[in-house]
């Protein structure tokens, strides 16, 4: 992305109150008096062998992560996620992304072609984890994916580089990773979408 584009939605971010309330403005929550609130920006890092189509922060879209690569985490940054810089610490958050996948064979809902069709399957993951490490100035949420299934969360003052520098190929995918996914289980037909 050229340095002028992200400039201008950088700033076109930092525009819309949805995205940064000032932290001096308090914010009225229900039921627990005013409240001082920032908006971060969502970033992803995804050090997984697979594309991650999804990922949630308390329910605020973080967006779609490519694998990273030695240089970049492989996410971009989306808006918005409603921090509360004085709140208790460690500050729970519930991270739900799109982990895996499979392939579901389901009848074909057209009156043409074949009776059954092959459809590839998001199997969703769900962690609850605590967000203690928190910089300032607080411009960015980060949720770091890592290969053995963790997920950790930092609150920083902008981008960070990869916490893992891992190998990517010409077309961006891990050497060596696979990217046939098997015929969906029982258990994961049943998983809810």
Known sequence: ???TIFVTLFTACLGITACVASPSSPV?????GARDLQGLLIQGYNYTDTYIDSFTVNGAGGGNIFVSSPTTGGGKSTCCYSFDPNADRPIQLK???AAAYCMEQKANPYAFG????VERKTLWKEALIPLSAVSTPAM???VHF???GHVEAAVT?????PRLK???TADEQRPGASHNHPPCSHDQRQQAR
């Open 114 to 117: 074949p009776r059954f069709v």
């Open 140 to 142: 960015a949420l980060e």
């Open 1 to 3: 992305m050229k340095p």
């Open 146 to 148: 890592y290969p053995d």
């Open 28 to 32: 009225a929550e229900s039921g627990s």
């Open 95 to 97: 991270i739900r992304w």
């Open 157 to 161: 003052p902008g981008y960070s580089p």
């Open 166 to 168: 891992l190998p990517i």
